[in-house]
Structure formats: C-alpha cells, structure tokens
Nanobody
Framework: QVQLVESGGGLVQPGGSLRLSCAAS????????MAWYRQAPGKQRELVAG???????NYADSVKGRFTISRDNAKKSVYLQMNSLKPEDTAVYYC???????????????WGQGTLVTVSS
C-alpha cells in the first residue's frame, strides 16, 4: 500500500511564492518517477513538472523558469517550488508517483488528494 499526502497549498498574491510538498508512505515499495499535475477550473488536468528517479526534470512551457521540482529519496518526498506566481496558476495541484512493489515487482500509479493553490490579489 502506498499513499501520498500533500501540503502547502493556499492563497497567494500575484508574484508571490509557494512550496508544495508531497510525502509517500507505506511499506515494501520503491518510488520511481514522480510528478506534479494541476487542474484549473474548466480545464483538463495537465502535467506541470516531472522528475525521474535519477533526478532528470521536465516542465510545462508555462512554468519554465518559475517552478522547480525536486525530490528527497530518503524522505520519499517530492516538492514543487513555485515562484513568480500568476493568476493563471490557480488550480488544484496533484502529486503523482509511480511506485514499484518490491515483493511482486509490479508497478502502481498513485495520486494525492490534491491541494488548492489560489493566486489572486
């Protein structure tokens, strides 16, 4: 069993910063790639940033230069540092992880519950 717990969402003003955290819990699993997605009102869920087990990252064009994804394997956590926030960044942000069950060597995709980020003055 793998669970993701997110934190860090809230209300910020345009130009402000916010740091989202996502911690995985459970036993007998290994985390592979992790990512952050978001879904704005009336829009489809989109990939914001991803990070591989080796640390390679990729970002949506809309957040390049402003957001930074990172991970702490010891803490089984992934983070999203969000700077220079814009109103269009307003969305529910979801943590995503691919986990491998050690005993069966099978993969499981896990989603967090989502955390709301509102960028408004």
């Amino acid at each position: 069993q793998v669970q993701l717990v997110e934190s860090g969402g809230g209300l910020v003003q345009p130009g402000g910063s916010l740091r989202l955290s996502c911690a995985a819990s459970g036993s007998a699993f290994r985390l592979d790639a992790m990512a952050w997605y978001r879904q704005a009102p009336g829009k489809q869920r989109e990939l914001v940033a991803g990070i591989s087990s080796g640390g390679s990252t990729n970002y949506a064009d809309s957040v390049k230069g402003r957001f930074t994804i990172s991970r702490d394997n010891a803490k089984k956590s992934v983070y999203l540092q969000m700077n220079s926030l814009k109103p269009e960044d307003t969305a529910v942000y979801y943590c995503n992880a691919n986990a491998r069950r050690l005993l069966t060597s099978t993969y499981l995709e896990v989603w967090g519950q989502g955390t709301l980020v509102t960028v408004s003055s």
